[in-house]
């Protein structure tokens, strides 16, 4: 059975976005890139001791050159000395207001990038996050409870106690034949999205679960990007296999 549903990626102020509304996407396509160019902004008529409108006069580089770290940009001579300013920082120069002598420089960031893992299309954009529709194969619990929640599915077929489970569980999806509470609590604290399980014991947890007949069904979606509807019983298996995350700081698979 396949099902179409939404996954969601959550946006920094940062980001900017190399998607639209209507965009298809497949694995391997840039969604987002970060890292966007800071600059830095200087009052050098004042540094100078000038009047803004003879900045000009003083300047060594022009609008929109590109100067390295201790470049001098402007001089101003005296009878006994020279008044020098360096940048401190590399980038492009530029004059953000000549009528008040204020220069800035545009200091390049490396930028990173979220690549998409999955095939589907853009629904929705706002400042906050970007919707894509998707699709995939939907199988259905007994029960469950809990808002939607998308992770890395791991598929543990034998029993698994406190000190056989892993410890990198963050934003994963556990499938495990039987859940007892102490497994469940350790897997919250560890991070853990969601549980599936084919024996559940009764959940004073706050983790959306599902329980289903048999957890053999979910061997197919073993490290590939899952939805877990609680509320609605079903568990939704992306075709593709997570294969990229946020670079450096924060995944975003959200």
């Not at 940062?14 to 509304?21: S, T």
């Not at 350790?186 to 560890?190: N, Q, T, V």
């Not at 024996?199 to 009764?202: A, E, R, S, T």
């Not at 990007?225 to 568990?235: A, D, F, N």
């Given at each position: 059975m396949h099902k179409k549903a939404h996954l969601t990626?959550?946006?920094?102020?940062?980001?900017?976005?190399?998607?639209?509304?209507?965009?298809?996407?497949?694995?391997?396509?840039?969604?987002?890139t970060f890292g966007k160019p800071v600059i830095h902004e200087y009052n050098l008529a004042k540094y100078l001791e000038i009047e803004p409108a003879q900045l000009s006069k003083y300047l060594l580089v022009t609008d929109g050159s590109q100067v390295i770290l201790n470049q001098p940009i402007a001089r101003k001579k005296g009878l006994m000395n020279k008044h020098t300013v360096k940048v401190p920082v590399a980038g492009e120069f530029f004059v953000v207001d000549a009528n008040a002598g204020i220069v800035g420089i545009k200091e390049k960031?490396?930028?990173?990038?979220?690549v998409s893992w999955f095939s589907g299309t853009v629904s929705e954009i706002n400042p906050e996050k970007i919707i894509f529709e998707v699709l995939g194969q939907a199988i259905i619990g007994t029960?469950?409870?809990?808002?939607?929640v998308s992770g890395t599915l791991l598929?543990?077929?034998?029993?698994?106690?406190?000190?056989?489970m892993p410890t990198n569980l963050q934003d994963r999806v556990?499938?495990?034949r039987e859940a007892v509470a102490e497994v469940v609590a350790?897997?919250?604290?560890?991070g853990v999205s969601a549980i599936i399980s084919q024996?559940?014991?009764?959940p004073p947890f706050k983790l959306p679960y599902v329980v289903v007949s048999d957890i053999e069904v979910l061997k197919i979606g073993h490290e590939k990007?899952?939805?877990?509807?609680?509320?609605?019983?079903?568990?939704l298996i992306i075709e593709e296999k997570l294969e990229s995350v946020k670079n450096d700081t924060h995944k975003n698979a959200r």
């Open positions: 990626l959550k946006l920094s102020p940062n980001d900017a976005l190399a998607v639209k509304i209507g965009d298809a996407v497949k694995p391997g396509d840039v969604l987002v960031k490396a930028s990173s990038e979220i029960s469950g409870k809990g808002e939607p598929y543990f077929p034998d029993l698994v106690d406190v000190f056989s556990l499938v495990l350790k897997a919250d604290a560890l024996k559940l014991d009764q990007t899952s939805i877990v509807y609680g509320r609605e019983k079903q568990i």
